[in-house]
């Protein structure tokens, strides 16, 4: 590994200004983002996973709009009702800001049903793209049935913090290397994670998704926070997103503020398809090199008839 001294890592880095000003400035950036995104002409909604970064989105928009409806996906199973899911975090954080939570409860049976048609709007059999996918088009049937056309989401978070298990596990010792790879995820993102969310929502809904993370100016200052700050241990910690959750200490409960990161999949419990790689290849295959499309999925209705929306008010 390359040693840098404390004089080259100054030069590479400007003057340190300290977390509480980087996490101030962050907020400051992020809240006008907010306020960017929120010229519409029709009512908007949010996603909540629970995750820091929707959970941050939605208590921001849950100011501005005290009224503003939270979505939330989740497949069912025979799981523990004390597990730490998704779902588990998303209703603490929904109560906590006083807002309603529609959560969107499917099966692996669904999950089954949709799989072909989620790798026919991703256009992708990456297992890791389509997990995600094939969950997100049931989030934005009912996010379109419920009659909204745009969602909030905290797609760019993960990119402007580098806070990845792969980045964490190789390139965390090295603050060039991760300042790097935050550059190349956020170079990347339109051909990654945020073009299969898009195509997801406007395949399954045609609902817009707005990220506030993804402001130009937030990215800019974000992209100079000193690299001493992307854990709280001068990259020796084990806190990913440091600033970000500095940003709203004492304002958002510590039991969301400081969630350990869960991937998309992980905590809406789509991972299993990592298992059936060998599946979502041969799909793709019969898709887009034989061509073989069921002709639904190019004239198909927009929406749905079932709902699996369970909606929990909070008073």
């Known amino acids: 590994m390359v040693e840098y001294t404390p004089e080259e890592l100054v030069e590479f880095e400007g003057d340190d200004l300290g977390i509480d000003y980087y996490a101030k400035e962050f907020r400051k950036y992020l809240e006008q983002a907010v306020d960017d995104e ?6 908007v909604c949010t996603i909540l996973s629970g995750g820091i970064d929707s959970t941050i989105i939605t208590y921001l928009l ?46 692996k049976e669904d ?22 996918s094939v969950a997100q088009l049931f989030l934005s049937w009912e996010i379109r049935d419920k009659g909204y056309r745009v969602v909030f989401g905290g797609e760019g978070s993960d990119e402007i913090f580098a806070s990845y298990g792969d980045v964490k596990r190789f390139c965390w010792p090295n603050p060039i290397w991760y300042h790097q790879k935050r550059v190349n995820l956020l170079n990347s993102l339109h051909k990654t994670n945020l073009i299969r969310t898009n195509k997801a929502m406007m395949y399954g809904g045609k609902v817009e998704l707005r990220t506030p993370f993804l402001n130009k100016k937030l990215i800019d200052f974000g992209l100079r926070i000193p690299t001493k700050y992307r854990d709280e241990d001068g990259g020796s910690g084990k806190i990913m997103k440091y600033v970000l ?28 398809l990592k298992k059936e790689k060998q599946k979502l290849e041969d799909i793709f295959e019969k898709l887009f090199v034989n061509g073989k499309v069921p002709e639904r999925y ?18």
């Open 111 to 132: 999950v089954e049903e949709y799989l072909e048609e989620s790798i026919w709007a991703s256009e992708t059999y990456k297992w890791t793209q389509v997990s995600p």
């Open 245 to 272: 959750r500095k940003a709203f200490e004492g304002e958002i409960s510590k039991e969301l503020l400081w969630r350990p990161k869960k991937t998309f999949q992980v905590g809406c419990h789509t991972d299993y």
């Open 298 to 315: 190019i004239k198909r209705q927009i929406g749905h008839n079932t709902s699996r929306i369970r909606t929990i008010s909070i008073s």
């Open 38 to 43: 929120l010229i519409s002409d029709v009512p």
């Open 62 to 107: 849950s100011k501005k709009i005290p009224n503003i409806e939270s979505f939330v996906v989740n497949v069912q199973s025979d799981r523990n009702l004390k597990r730490k899911d998704d779902l588990h975090y998303a209703r603490i954080a929904a109560k906590e800001f006083g807002i309603k939570l529609n959560e969107v409860n499917i099966r």
